[in-house]
DNA sequence: CTGAACATGTAATTAGTTACATGATTTC
DNA sequence: GAAATCATGTAACTAATTACATGTTCAG
């Protein structure tokens, strides 16, 4: 997935594995995140495999960047991807449910405490969003050319986002108030 | 993560690997889910480091079956585990957010299917996450001893997969309209 | 007689995380 | 003078997926 992740920033414009590393956090990293680590890895990889091309760039004051291009193949990988519909219901990886469904025999206060402290976080994510956007979206549009049929699919992914963190603010509030109630 | 779901599972009660797949599936899997493979590996790893021991149980007609049961050292773990509540938010893989992210080039039409498809996915999961809150969950509370603590627990990770899929659904809704009107 | 359910495993591969490693420049 | 930002990489390890592999019983 992150390979096809590389792809697509890539399908806007050339960029360093610095860049898609902080394009991943800015963007996707609610949905998908990655390390520089794997970021690296994968590009070289990548390369190898003839799907892009990278070229040094030397700097005087700042450190050297490698930036890496789409080929022609891999262009084409990431349409075939695209044309491909998935028809599976993506698959879930959330630690904290996991968490809660074994919390039975817990110290209910303990459980309390960790929904509340949850909640803070997913309040301040929210906040980011909302932020982004506001703003963060439009700058991103304006910077790059050929991404104005992107914002709407961009500003969905945020918006489910948003949609996300406030159900699950709901349900941190539902759950509480069942378990004081208890 | 998936050792942690094994050995909630088992403090439990004592069952085999086929059992605990099945368990995941009836239960965590929306959150969590496992292959068979990464089950059994990761038991026989827990044996080795002395936090499950298993017996192997011949049936006559039915297949042998290997049973494990947690050993003290493996209830400390999973306690200890418990015990340190998480500070993070939960990081998230969805796929299908990465495709709708660059679909900004993509035939409208195909998208639209894919939307389509999709939420009926997420209509027939609902339809199942309400028949357990129905039934399911009784069942698997009288089931076994010692769990009626759980249960508000099990309901409420079932309540989040619920109110997860009405808002995705909700989300695919409002994402429809806003391309079909442009 | 076909498919589902029962039942368990290994091997190969891919993906992802954590740790190690370095070093300049700019801002407070 | 310290911290943040810029910038790139490798190594070790853990986790997860996919494929290979086998065999019985029961229901329709």
Redesign the interface.
Known sequence: ?LK??LL?FL?YHSMSGYDLKSAIDL??A????AHHSQIYTILRQMEQNGLVTSQLIEGESQPDRRVYSLTPAGEKE?QTW??R??????????????????????DKA?VL??LR??RE??VQ?LGFFKMMMDQGLQNAARRYPN?E??????K??L??GE??D???I??IN??IA??EK?
């Not at 609610?30 to 995140?33: A, K, L, R, V």
């Not at 809660?100 to 025999?105: A, C, N």
């Not at 049929?149 to 961009?154: E, G, L, Q």
């Open positions: 997935m096809q992740i697509g399908s963007s996707t609610h949905f998908w995140h990431l695209l044309d519909p998935m028809t599976e219901l993506p698959t879930m990886k959330e630690a904290f449910m996991v968490r809660m469904f074994f919390s039975g025999k817990r303990s405490n960790e402290f949850q976080l997913h994510r991404t049929s992107d914002v709407p699919f961009w969905a992914t918006r489910l949609m996300y406030e159900v699950y709901a349900w539902e759950t069942g378990l208890e």
